[in-house]
């Protein structure tokens, strides 16, 4: 059996690329609307509480994007074909619970990183990959959180070379751009848009990238997860 650390990053970038190439219009649609909802955000004004339930929404659909990637990389894995709305479909039941873990693995990690980095970038990895142990293996968010421990031990560094790099790549485009498109290009209009293609460019790469990291992993510990894929449609 492979080391899980010699594992992960062989081949990773081509087959990232790959996975982008196959389905690049279901994934690049719906992250490009939501680079320019989350630049929308920062246009409503100085309205806290508008702010706070916007950012809410945002983040719930964020999730259901994570889950509506990992639920394309399965079909992909069983060369199916299916169109964007059945993921989606089968993607929405998911987003509470991976709400609820995102709320651990990855707000508490960032928000530990603005006062101590590296135990903030240590949670980020150890508990990077709980999105896929939820729709992979249909776990609750705190084991989905122990699972994703248990997968990433002996590979911390791979892992976070891959997983937590563009994990932090993602939030920093989202981020940069709704800051400070507007201010640099002039218009509004074209901050939207610049937060639309920084978003559609780098939000589906993350999410494969850990989607694929996972499947290595559970394939280097000697695993097998049932692959939670969306009923496929039949046609009368």
Do not use: N
């Amino acid at each position: 059996m492979a080391k899980a650390s010699e594992v992960v990053l062989a081949g990773l970038p081509s087959e990232v690329v790959g996975m982008c190439r196959r389905h690049v219009g279901a994934t690049i649609v719906p992250a490009a609307l939501l680079g320019a909802c989350a630049d929308a955000l920062i246009l409503v004004g100085h309205d806290l509480g508008y702010q706070i339930a916007l950012g809410i929404l945002l983040g719930v659909a964020f999730e259901l994007y994570v889950g509506y990637a990992e639920l394309i990389v399965v079909a992909d894995r069983a060369g199916e074909r299916q169109p964007a709305s059945v993921f989606l479909r089968g993607a929405l039941p998911l987003t509470p619970p991976l709400v609820a873990a995102s709320l651990i693995a990855v707000v508490v990690p960032l928000a530990a990183s603005g006062l101590l980095v590296l135990p903030g970038l240590w949670l980020l990895t150890v508990w990077s990959l709980f999105a896929p142990a939820i729709v992979h293996e249909r776990l609750s968010p705190l084991r989905s959180l122990s699972r994703s421990a248990r997968l990433v031990r002996g590979a911390f560094w791979p892992v976070a070379f891959s997983v937590t790099l563009m994990v932090l790549l993602e939030h920093t485009a989202i981020h940069a751009t709704a800051h400070v498109a507007e201010p640099a290009l002039g218009s509004e209009a074209l901050g939207l848009l610049a937060a639309a293609v920084a978003t559609g460019i780098v939000s589906g790469p993350a999410a494969f990238t850990i989607s694929l990291v996972y499947e290595r992993l559970v394939g280097a510990h000697g695993e097998h997860p049932r692959q939670a894929a969306p009923e496929p449609q039949t046609v009368a």
